[in-house]
């Protein structure tokens, strides 16, 4: 058994047929990566067309929306962070964006002073809601010509599948 490098640099053990150790193929692997990664590029393409995005970038919405399902209320910045796909510093620009327009609240972290938690305001949770009732139905015109029920069934059942194989 031989070594196969990744696109992330990493050496993973490569049987005779370059197969994985879980039986997928190196080329596979990729091809199934490249064609998730193009589907969700084309879906996010259009789904950034709804006009309900101009009264708020989807990124700024994303924040918002992640705020709206923390059970307590409050999350940790860098709790919010581990679900969003910018760095630290651009979540931070962004929620100094989104307080100043009222959309958020910061308070200090109850456990760790030096944390910063954050939760919706009001009227963050109202735009959240309405943005949000918009933005399901725009999905739902993106996927539905192309997928049957039972085939957005087996895409959840299988991007399940990853996020609970990465531990998210």
């Known amino acids: 058994m031989g ?7 990493h050496a993973e053990p490569v049987g005779e047929n370059g197969e994985g150790t879980a039986g997928a193929s190196v080329r ?6 490249e064609s998730l990664f193009r589907a969700q590029v084309g879906v996010m393409r259009r789904i950034r067309q709804d006009p309900v995005f101009r009264e708020l970038p989807i990124g700024e919405y994303d924040v918002l929306f992640n705020l709206s399902r923390c059970p307590g209320g409050w999350t940790r910045l860098n709790e919010l962070n581990h679900h969003l796909l910018i760095s630290q510093p651009s979540l931070s620009r962004m ?3 989104l307080e100043a327009r009222n959309l958020v609240r910061r308070r200090p972290a109850e456990a760790d002073q030096r944390g910063v938690e954050l939760a919706l305001t009001d009227e963050g949770r109202a735009l959240q809601r309405r ?4 933005h399901v139905h725009r999905i739902q015109d993106v996927l539905a010509p192309v997928l049957d029920a039972t085939e957005m069934e087996q895409l959840k059942a ?6 609970a194989g990465l531990g998210q």
Do not use: H, P, Y
């Open 158 to 163: 299988l991007t399940d599948k990853i996020n």
């Open 3 to 9: 070594q196969s490098s990744t696109a992330a640099g």
């Open 95 to 97: 929620v100094d964006r």
């Open 28 to 33: 596979q692997a990729s091809e199934t990566w």
């Open 131 to 134: 943005i949000g009732s918009a």
